[in-house]
């Protein structure tokens, strides 16, 4: 069955990325980052919680990403130096299986992290705080957004380990992600110019994904609301998105000469 078979490799992918010890190493910095917020709060006077949330979200955001970028560049490459890919495609495994069981097992290792990770930041949260307002609900919308943006620039990882060595796939994820970030700032940019480079940045701009529309930790930061439409736009967008990079990781490693 073919459920069966990615089920059985993402649980390994899964396993060995619990194991890996640079994914230890950068958990436990995470948590240390969010532990030492309330340090950083003491510092503005009756802006405890502000600075709090966004240290905190921001640390659960850019560990996450490194945690995708340099487990994702290994989930290809470390097969084949290891000769372990060969063993499995000899079997009943399709390679289209085999890349969805790698990303749904980094997605799983992610998601289990970020979970850790956010409940360190709300006891941190509640110790600051002394207490959760029914405005920190929307927290959760912001871990969210964040889960969001792994599930992406996990796909796009593994798109780029298809093809690239794990330093340069490293590097693309990387480059993508911080111009993903200002997005709307590059649209922007691209309204201001005209001629070729309009065309250019406006077409950049709309090719790279847009994690920025997926950052609200100010807004939350702040207890502002998140609409409902941006919720449903970013879930869409980032499946999609996801979605696209995985297609596009399938037909390279099914075209790929493994030899």
């Not at 995470?30 to 003491?42: D, E, H, K, R, T």
């Not at 956010?118 to 509640?126: D, E, H, I, M, N």
């Amino acid at each position: 069955m073919t459920a069966s078979r990615i089920w059985h490799i993402s649980f390994n992918t899964f396993r060995e990325a619990v194991r890996d010890r640079v994914l230890y190493n950068l958990v436990f910095f995470a948590l240390l980052m969010v532990g030492s917020a309330p340090l950083f709060g003491q510092i503005s006077v009756g802006l405890e919680r502000i600075v709090l949330v966004n240290l905190g979200l921001a640390a659960i955001s850019i560990f996450g990403v490194v945690i995708a970028i340099f487990i994702g560049i290994g989930l290809v490459s470390k097969e084949i130096e290891r000769k372990t890919l060969y063993t499995v495609l000899s079997r009943p495994v399709r390679r289209w299986e085999f890349i969805l069981g790698k990303y749904f097992g980094l997605a799983g290792t992610l998601a289990v992290n970020t979970f850790f990770m956010a409940v360190g930041f709300f006891a941190v949260l509640v110790f600051v705080t002394k207490s959760l307002a029914a405005s920190d609900a929307q927290l959760l919308i912001a871990i969210y957004f964040i889960i969001l943006q792994f599930l992406v620039i996990t796909a796009i990882t593994l798109l780029f380990s298809t093809f690239s060595s794990p330093l340069l796939s490293a590097l693309f994820a990387f480059g993508l992600f911080l111009i993903g970030s200002f997005a709307d700032d590059l649209r922007g940019l691209a309204r201001m110019v005209e001629g070729p480079q309009h065309s250019l940045l406006m077409g950049l701009s709309y090719i790279v994904p847009n994690f920025g529309a997926m950052n609200v930790v100010s807004q939350v930061a702040h207890q502002q609301s998140v609409p409902a439409t941006l919720i449903l736009h970013n879930t869409l967008y980032a499946f999609l998105y996801a979605a696209a990079a995985l297609s596009a990781a399938t037909l390279i490693f099914e075209n790929r000469n493994l030899k």
